[in-house]
């Protein structure tokens, strides 16, 4: 299984951001996939989920009516529009998939991608 992210990449505050995870290896429908993120000297945190039909979808409180997380399964991919960027949003944002998840912050995701930087200046 692989999961390769791009799209990250420098902005200024408010500025917007569109991250993509393609998904290779995996019967990808059946995964729940979500996008998490880690600042510097923080622990990992969640930032959206979707569900294998895409049917269903999970926000940080923090980046709610900001980001949007989509995918499609025809394709193997997961996007994450990031608008409105903030500092506090600077990071490395992983992909991961959810076998037979929803793709919500407390399941325990089977796999990880590399990871794509995002750094917000104010």
């Known amino acids: 299984v692989q999961l390769q992210a791009f799209g990250g990449g420098m902005v200024q505050a408010g500025g917007s951001l569109r991250l993509s995870c393609a998904a290779s290896?995996?019967?990808?429908?059946?995964?729940?996939m979500g996008w998490f993120r880690q600042a510097q000297g923080k622990e990992r945190e969640f930032v959206a989920g979707?569900?294998?039909?895409?049917?269903?979808?999970f926000y940080a409180d923090s980046v709610k009516g900001r980001f949007t997380i989509s995918r499609d399964n025809a394709k193997n991919t997961v996007d994450l529009q990031m608008n409105t960027l903030k500092p506090e949003d600077t990071g490395v944002y992983y992909c991961?998939?959810?076998?037979?998840?929803?793709?919500?912050?407390?399941?325990?995701?089977?796999?990880w991608g590399q990871g794509t930087v995002v750094t917000v200046s104010s």
């Open positions: 979707v569900s294998g039909s895409g049917g269903a979808t």
């Open positions: 991961a998939a959810d076998l037979g998840g929803n793709g919500n912050y407390d399941r325990k995701y089977d796999y």
């Open positions: 290896g995996l019967t990808f429908r059946h995964y729940g």
